[in-house]
């Protein structure tokens, strides 16, 4: 979004404010993930659990890293996988 702003610096006069919303951390993004196992009534092993923190810590590092939205993804792709 600052990016955007910046490119047109009329926009600074219109818009008096910003706001910033700071990416989760990786403990916060896990404990989004358990919430989804949990609201789903799945149960995760114990040695998953790494794994997972693993793959959220290896993804925030990206410059395009979803924060939120990554865990919604990886969330969606592991139900898919265990469906099929």
């Not at 926009?11 to 706001?19: D, E, M």
């Not at 919303?21 to 790494?50: G, P």
């Not at 959220?56 to 395009?64: C, G, L, N, T, V």
Request: glycine share 4%; net charge positive; hydrophobic share 40%.
């Amino acid at each position: 979004m600052k990016q955007f702003i910046q490119m047109n610096p009329g926009l600074t006069s219109r818009i008096g404010y910003q706001l910033e919303f700071k990416d989760y951390t990786l403990e916060e993004l896990y404990s989004i993930f358990l919430r989804k196992v949990e609201i789903s009534k799945l149960h995760m092993d114990e040695k998953i659990s790494a794994k997972v923190k693993l793959l959220i810590s290896d993804f925030m590092r990206k410059e395009h890293f979803g924060n939120g939205r990554f865990i919604d993804n990886l969330f969606d792709k592991i139900l898919l996988s265990h469906a099929s």
